[in-house]
């Protein structure tokens, strides 16, 4: 049983299988239309930009090449450096290079083939479209742009910390207090970003305390969002929920239960702290969000380049 009854029960009450038809691949990001898109807009003021992405390199945040040998950092690799093609360096020349990396190994948005269970996908297509050339069904490239108002809600500040020691669990209260301290009213279509403060282990290099334990949303805060019909959420931490899970038996609800029932759009590995620290000067939370994925054909996730606009 991938879920005990009471997590089937929720399972049941968030639900979105059918709402936008039953060829829908693209869930909660149907909710970020054009009202949506118009009231991120209306937040920009100042025209200050921010870069939610960590830097694509080899010092990013995957190290368990053991058990997941094919999510390696980004790696670069120039295989053309200052090339003449008539052999006169005076004349034009060119750099080219090319790159590997995991879908999921930086800053990314989790595909909704990315996790299923009992054999079903989201909207309940069959987990045998996950096949060796890719996803066929719910391949990354079906979120298309993704261009809304994004709230971010300091679950970090919220408790006067620069981060968490343990693996505490996000759920509504926390999101209730955080929500509360921005004056923000959530509307459909929104996109939300949860800082953790975890996102510090990183930047010291410390990729091991990054990955766990590891702040994150727990399965309360899934009925949370569907509720809200929040479009998207993205986190500063590598699991998105809380690792070690809270239920030792049940590996990585949240993801089984927002991916393949409520269709909800998943990013981890996105870097808040300046935008949350200029959200705290300023007093000002919500800002126009940017973040289409790479439209990575057959993709279980892909690289996005964030970007917070206030």
Not at 51 to 79: C, K
Not at 142 to 154: A, C, K, N, S, Y
Request: aromatic content about 8%.
């Amino acid at each position: 049983m991938a879920l005990p009854p009471h997590l089937q029960e929720l399972a049941r009450r968030v639900s979105n299988w059918g709402r936008w038809g039953d060829d829908d691949r693209r869930g909660t990001l149907n909710l970020a239309d054009a009202a949506a898109a118009l009231r991120g807009a209306a937040e920009v003021r100042d025209g200050r930009v921010f870069t939610l992405a960590i830097p694509f390199d080899e010092q990013g945040p995957q190290w368990d090449r053991e058990s997941m040998p094919e999510r390696v950092n980004p790696e670069l690799h120039p295989y053309m450096v200052n090339v003449s093609f008539t052999g006169d360096r005076s004349d034009f020349t060119t750099t080219d290079d090319s790159f590997r990396m995991g879908s999921q190994a930086a800053t990314h948005w989790d595909a909704l083939a990315h996790v299923g269970y009992e054999e079903l996908l989201w909207n309940g297509i069959s987990d045998a479209t996950n096949t060796a050339d890719g996803a066929t069904a719910l391949g990354i490239e079906h979120f298309g742009p993704l261009v809304t108002r994004g709230v971010l809600l300091d679950v970090a500040r919220l408790h006067g910390v620069e981060h968490f020691d343990d693996n505490h669990p996000i759920g509504p209260d926390d999101l209730d207090g955080a929500l509360a301290a921005t004056g923000v009213d959530l509307a459909p279509g929104d996109a939300v970003l949860v800082r953790t403060g975890q996102f510090a282990h990183l930047r010291a290099g410390d990729r091991r305390r990054y990955s766990m334990p590891s702040p994150g949303l727990n399965v309360a805060s899934v009925e949370w969002f569907a509720r809200r019909d929040v479009a998207a959420v993205a986190t500063d931490t590598m699991t998105f929920e809380c690792y070690p899970c809270e239920d030792p038996q049940v590996f990585f609800p949240v993801h089984m239960l927002n991916l393949r029932d409520v269709g909800l759009a998943q990013g981890q590995n996105w870097d808040l702290d300046a935008l949350a620290a200029d959200c705290a000067t300023d007093g000002r939370y919500g800002f126009l969000l940017c973040a289409a994925p790479l439209p990575l054909t057959g993709g279980a996730g892909a690289p996005v380049v964030p970007t917070a606009v206030k």
